[in-house]
C-alpha cells in the first residue's frame, strides 16, 4: 500500500527573495518603497520571520518584474527528483502565507510557461486587504469548500466544481466563509 498523504515541502520564501532582489541588484530599501511597505517588513520577510499574504507577494513579484510563481523556483532547482512530466504528492513544494493561505506546487518544473498551484484557505482565510494581481493569465477550478471571489467589487459565490478565469493583470480577492477548508486548483501562464 501506497501512502499518498501530502508531505510538506516549505519554500524559504525569505532566502527565495532576497535571492532574486539581490540578483536583479535592487536594495532593500528600494524594494521596500516600491511595494509600499517598511524596510523592517522586507527584512523580517528575508530572516524568514514574518510570513508574506499573498498581496504581498503578488506585489513583489510585480515589483521584480517576475511571475509570483518564481518564488517556488529556488527549491525547484536545489534538486527535486525530476520525473519528467510527473509530481509525486509527496514531493510538492509549500509556500505558506498569513492569514491561512497555503499554496503546493503542483507542476513537475515552472519552465515550461504553465503553472499549477493548489491552493487551500483555512476556514476564514483570506488573500489580502485588495486585490491580487499577476502579470498573467490565470484560472480557478475549485475542488472543495466555497469561496467568495471578488473582482472589480463584483463578487461571485463559487462551490465545488465552479470555475473562474482572469486576465493578465486582473485583479481578484478571494475569501473562506466557509467552516471547512476551501481547496481550489489554480493555473497560471507565465
Not at 525569505?14 to 539581490?22: A, E, P, Q, V
Not at 527535486?80 to 506546487?105: I, K, N, S, W
Not at 482565510?125 to 493569465?137: F, K, L, M, R
Request: glycine share 14%; with cysteine; hydrophobic share 40%.
Amino acid at each position: 500500500m501506497t501512502n499518498t498523504a501530502q508531505v510538506s515541502n516549505d519554500v524559504d520564501v525569505g532566502r527565495t527573495l532576497r535571492d532574486l532582489r539581490k540578483g536583479l541588484g535592487i536594495t532593500l530599501q528600494a524594494l521596500a518603497a516600491g511595494i509600499g511597505r517598511s524596510v523592517g517588513f522586507v527584512s523580517q520577510i528575508e530572516r524568514g520571520l514574518s510570513r508574506p499574504t499573498v498581496e504581498d507577494i503578488t506585489l513583489i513579484a510585480g515589483y521584480l518584474k517576475v511571475p509570483s510563481a518564481a518564488l517556488f523556483g529556488r527549491l525547484e532547482a536545489a534538486g527535486q527528483a525530476d520525473e519528467g512530466p510527473v509530481t509525486r504528492a509527496g514531493q510538492r513544494l509549500c509556500l505558506r502565507y498569513e492569514r491561512g493561505v497555503t499554496d503546493h506546487l503542483v507542476s513537475p518544473r515552472l519552465s515550461d510557461g504553465l503553472c499549477l498551484l493548489e491552493t487551500t484557505l483555512a476556514p476564514g482565510a483570506d488573500t489580502g486587504e485588495g486585490p491580487v494581481t499577476d502579470s498573467q493569465q490565470q484560472g480557478g477550478y475549485l475542488l472543495q469548500g466555497r469561496i467568495v471571489l471578488t473582482v472589480n467589487g463584483t463578487e461571485w459565490t463559487l462551490e465545488p466544481g465552479d470555475a473562474f478565469q482572469l486576465g493578465a493583470r486582473q485583479g481578484c480577492r478571494l475569501f473562506n466563509p466557509g467552516a471547512e477548508a476551501a481547496r481550489l486548483l489554480w493555473i497560471l501562464t507565465h
